[in-house]
């Protein structure tokens, strides 16, 4: 089993900056992909962004060029570093992980951001 803990949600003013951090614990060598989704309010689940073991990013369009995700194996950590922010970007963040077989989702961090 993998364990997924988030942190550095909060609120901040559009135009901001936030990083957000999520360590994972238990057997995270079975652990290629790791990312982040988020859930705005009346909102299906959407991926924001993806990082392989390999360090092969993916993001969606709404946050090219805004937000960049980082991977640090030593520590088993993904970030989600995200300047520029907008109302839209309000959400609860997931941090995901994806083994061969099974997926892990942390329990979410509060991201506001007040315009």
């Known amino acids: 089993q993998v364990q997924l803990v988030e942190s550095g949600g909060g609120l901040v003013q559009a135009g901001g900056s936030l990083r957000l951090s999520c360590a994972a614990s238990?057997?995270?060598?079975?652990?290629?992909?790791m990312g982040w989704y988020r859930q705005a309010p009346g909102k299906q689940r959407e991926l924001v962004a993806i990082?392989?073991?390999?360090?092969?990013?993916n993001y969606a369009d709404s946050v090219k060029g805004r937000f960049t995700i980082s991977r640090d194996n030593a520590k088993n950590s993904v970030y989600l570093q995200m300047n520029t922010l907008k109302s839209e970007d309000t959400g609860v963040y997931y941090c995901?992980?994806?083994?061969?077989?099974?997926?892990?989702w942390g329990q979410g961090t509060q991201v506001t951001v007040s315009s």
């Open positions: 995901h992980g994806r083994s061969r077989l099974l997926v892990y």
């Open positions: 990082i392989s073991s390999g360090g092969n990013t």
């Open positions: 238990g057997s995270v060598s079975s652990i290629n992909d």
